[in-house]
Structures are given as C-alpha cells and as structure tokens.
C-alpha cells in the first residue's frame, strides 16, 4: 500500500523543525566540545575542528629515542557551561605516557581509567592536560599514534600526537 505523498512530506517536514521547536521551547542546545594539541614548539592542531576521530587533529612527529616530549592537550565546551572529561591511552613499553594536571599532578590512572573530569566549565574557558611521552631506546623506527578524547554530555573531540622514534 502506497502513501500518500502529502503524508511523507508532512512527516518528514516535522522531523525537520522538531529540533528548532523543542529549542524554541526553552530545551537548550546540548553542550559539545573543542579540543586540541599544542606541542612544545607551540605548534596547535585541532583548534576548530571537531572529530570524534582525530580526522585532522593529529600532530606528527619525529624523536631521538631515547627522549621525552611534552604535549598540552586543550579543550573548551562549546555553547554552554559543562564538565570536561579527558580519556587517553597507556601508551606501550616503547612509548611510556604520563599525564598531569595544571598543577602539576601525576593524574595517568585516572586518564586512563574513569577519565579525569574537570567540573563547571564556562563556554570559551581553557581547560588542559599535558601528555608526557617518554621514548625509550626501543622506540627506534617505531611509531604510536597517542590519542587523547575530550568530551562533554553533548559531545565528543579526540585529538592525537603520531611519533615516530628515530
């Protein structure tokens, strides 16, 4: 049994305007996310580009092994006030990754477990983590793609850093 046209454009017209109506009504727009990675040298890839993926938001790199390099991971909740969780990975025998908070605090179990949560975030606000990836001799033409997601309740950002040991 075929439908009437008028029927499916009517329906799908409503499924249209629904979002803008239930917005109009006073029900906020959900809270999503910005983030991205700053690495030593200042170079920022990510900012303004949302990818639950990392899709355009990986900075690539090459490093002694052995050695160290230091990376800020940041985001900001976009289109309202939000918590910021920050989950990544442990990283491997080859590449040793430690996370700290702003202050300074070894905060790697939770990143890598529940997620480190900062609450109350206003829109526009900075919050940041920084990612220390430490490349032991083994990491010599190796290479890891360390990522790191941000995410709101309405959202999710995910950013990486490829090294590659040289």
Known sequence: MRRPLRLVVAVSLLSLLLPFAQASAGKAAP?????WIVAENGTKT???IRSPSAVGETYETSAQAPS??????????????SDVTFLGGAGSPDFVIQY??????????????????????????LTR??????????????NANLAVLAQTSGGRDMVAAYVTGA
């Open 46 to 48: 990510g900012q303004g």
């Open 68 to 81: 160290r390099l230091i990376f800020d991971i940041v985001a900001t909740p976009v289109g309202g006030r």
């Open 100 to 125: 700290l908070s702003p202050g300074g605090v070894d905060i790697t179990l939770t990143v890598t477990g529940r997620g480190y949560r900062v609450r109350g975030v206003s829109a526009g606000q």
């Open 129 to 142: 983590i920084t990612m220390v990836v430490t490349l032991r001799a083994s990491a010599l033409g190796r």
């Open 31 to 35: 809270v999503t996310v910005d983030a």
